[in-house]
């Protein structure tokens, strides 16, 4: 019989207990670096203007109703979102290569992928899913829910603070042939590293020439350089080189759509004769797997993105919008490089400036993350990531001084 008694007390999610930690701290001069989401000037949630808009639109509309979705989803925002990732010129879709359904944001899309390569990515075979080093520690569970064993490639280097380059492709080469390799599309978490489009190049080879399955998370398209198609570019390469691969969608950052889940996952097949025949055997597999976990996805994010996706007018807003939020944070990013160089703070800060999209991997050490948040009530992972949309005007200087202080 079930003894509940016996189950074992997990440990607490490390970025939700650091956003407790935050929300419990009276001291007025705290700052939370912490949570990956965008922050205005005033360190407050940001509905984008272009969605308060859509927002209004769908509330006028007579025949808006609480009906279900079809389980893929909504067809326009789905159709919509394989163009923003892909461009609407893409060969996988003139080809019809690809199918894609709707998910619970960019976490689903991920699990919805894990799930489908659990069943049927090489099953005879021991697979093995490679994350980077690190990597969103919850790539780790969603996988290891679904039975799949992960490893990591090397991808942070410490003296650099950039790309470990060699390593990774090093690991990549000795992976076993068939390999699952998770690849961040731009803006990688939580490093905010990403390859060049030469070293993308390379990375491709090897993927290549092993024979693994790239299955790319893009949770950022927008937010790196502010230009979608610019954050989308390794991505439509390795499409462009005719690679199966998948693709785990999120709009929580580039829509701040957090809480309302919108996301897609893609699947596309290589070119062939057979492609059409591939895609929807893969499709009905995918609809049964959504069925039985979800049945169907929600339906407000979707609505509110696919009227933004689809019109125009709507469209320029939002490159605007995340123009807004991807300038303010490379604001901060050049504003805290230059302050801790005026200080003379120990160490090198080029890296603040050089890496991109929301968080800045700074260096510090757990010890001087613990410092800055028992002297300082600025709270940040313990892996010295900082989000850099908490930063502002108001505290980048408070902040600045705080590191200085922990580093020396
Ligand atoms: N993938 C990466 C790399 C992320 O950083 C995130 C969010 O932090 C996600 C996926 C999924 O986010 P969501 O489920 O909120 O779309």
Request: glycine share 6%; hydrophobic share 40%; with cysteine.
């Amino acid at each position: 019989s079930f003894n509940a008694d016996a189950v074992p007390q997990a440990p607490e999610d490390a970025l939700f207990g650091l956003m407790a930690a935050f929300r419990r701290d009276e001291d007025p001069k705290k700052v939370d670096l912490g949570i990956g989401a965008y922050r205005d000037n005033n360190a407050k949630p940001w509905v984008l203007p272009v969605v308060k808009r859509a927002d209004e639109i769908l509330r006028k509309d007579p025949n808006l109703n609480h009906e279900y979705l079809p389980i893929a989803g909504l067809p326009d925002f789905i159709s919509a979102s394989q163009k923003l990732i892909l461009g609407a010129d893409s060969p996988a879709l003139k080809e019809k290569r690809i199918t894609s359904l709707q998910t619970i944001s960019g976490t689903g899309a991920v699990h919805l992928g894990a799930l489908f390569l659990s069943k049927f990515y090489n099953p005879t075979t021991e697979r093995k899913v490679y994350f980077s080093d690190p990597t969103w520690p919850n790539h780790f569970q969603i996988f290891s829910n679904v039975g799949l064993s992960s490893q990591t490639y090397p991808y942070f280097s410490k003296q650099t603070k950039g790309l470990d380059f060699e390593g990774m492709i090093g690991s990549l080469q000795n992976a076993a042939e068939g390999s699952i390799v998770v690849l961040h599309a731009c803006a990688h978490n939580p490093t905010g590293v990403d390859p060049t489009q030469e070293q993308w190049k390379e990375i491709a080879k090897v993927i290549r020439e092993k024979k693994h399955f790239p299955f790319f998370d893009t949770a950022y398209q927008g937010f790196a350089s502010g230009d979608l198609a610019k954050d989308g570019w390794a991505i439509r390469y390795f499409i462009e080189q005719g690679f199966e691969t998948c693709i785990a969608q999120s709009y929580a950052k580039n829509f701040g759509l957090y809480g309302e889940r919108a996301g897609c996952f893609h699947f596309i097949t290589s070119p062939s004769s057979d492609a059409e025949s591939t895609v929807s055997r893969v499709a009905s597999q995918l609809a049964i797997l959504q069925r039985s976990e979800i049945s169907n996805p929600p339906a407000y994010g979707a609505r509110i993105a696919s009227l933004v996706l689809n019109d125009k007018e709507l469209f320029a807003e939002w490159e605007a919008n995340l123009r807004t939020m991807s300038g303010r944070i490379i604001d901060m990013r050049k504003a805290l490089r230059s302050k801790l160089e005026e200080m003379d703070t120990p160490g090198k800060w080029n890296h603040i400036t050089e890496q991109i999209g929301m968080f800045s991997f700074t260096g510090l050490t757990e010890e001087q993350v613990l410092k800055l948040r028992e002297d300082s009530h600025v709270y940040m992972t313990k892996n010295g990531r900082i989000s850099m949309a908490g930063l502002n005007t108001n505290n980048i200087e408070y902040f600045a001084k705080a590191v200085d202080s922990a580093v020396r």
